[in-house]
């Protein structure tokens, strides 16, 4: 058990029936978009019915770390209100929005659901790697398999950040939440695909 974020494909997010409201998300979305004179977001790719481990194809990774830290990273480098922007979503969405779009529609962890941006959210967790100096080239960039996850709960991120010591290891589970927005949104504009909590 525990919270994930993961990736969805075409079938699960227009699906009327889909037990997490995903087709009711998908329509509401469509609906405000349409409404702010912005084209509906369509194109959502078929989830890999086959994983092949490092395809880069799914997004899958575990929320196991405190995220008190990364709160507090945020607040600290972003200004007003864009720490809300990078900690409220329920679902991220390769489309450019200005503001969230929050819809009464209930998800994993709320009565309702805040959609964001993955252009922004990908601007603002940039911003705060560069803060921390985080070594992305050290870090999986595939992330379909809680490669993330394990990279910073199993010894990797330590053993890295005694080589390549600098803020970022400091605080290893702000660390992880900067790594794992970052390469999120990374996924969704590169796949086109939403990606929700679970």
């Known amino acids: 058990m525990g919270i994930y974020l993961v990736s969805v494909g075409a ?4 699906d009327p029936d889909e037990e997490e409201g995903r087709g009711a998300v998908a329509t509401g979305l469509n ?18 019915t086959r994983l092949v481990r490092g395809s880069g194809t799914r997004f899958e990774e575990k929320l196991v770390p405190s995220i008190y830290g990364f709160v507090q990273l945020a607040h600290a480098h972003l200004a007003p209100p864009e720490p809300e922007t990078l900690l409220d979503w329920s679902v991220l969405v390769p489309v450019p929005l200005d503001e969230e779009i929050e819809l009464p529609v209930e998800s994993a962890y709320s009565d ?7 252009p922004r959210v990908l601007d603002l967790t940039r911003r705060l790697a560069e803060a921390v100096r985080l070594p992305l080239d050290a870090i999986p960039e595939a992330c379909d398999n809680l490669d993330l996850t394990t990279w910073f709960l199993e010894g990797d991120a330590e053993r890295v950040a ?12 702000a660390a992880f939440y900067v790594a794992l927005y970052l390469r999120a949104a990374q996924h969704s504009l590169r796949r086109n695909c939403p990606i929700v909590y679970t």
């Open 31 to 48: 609906e405000e978009l349409r409404r702010r004179g912005l084209p509906p977001y369509a194109s959502v790719p078929e989830e890999a």
């Open 162 to 173: 005694a080589a390549r010591p600098g803020p970022w290891g400091e605080d290893l589970d």
């Open 112 to 118: 309702t659901t805040v959609i964001a941006g993955a």
């Open 11 to 14: 079938g699960e997010w227009f």
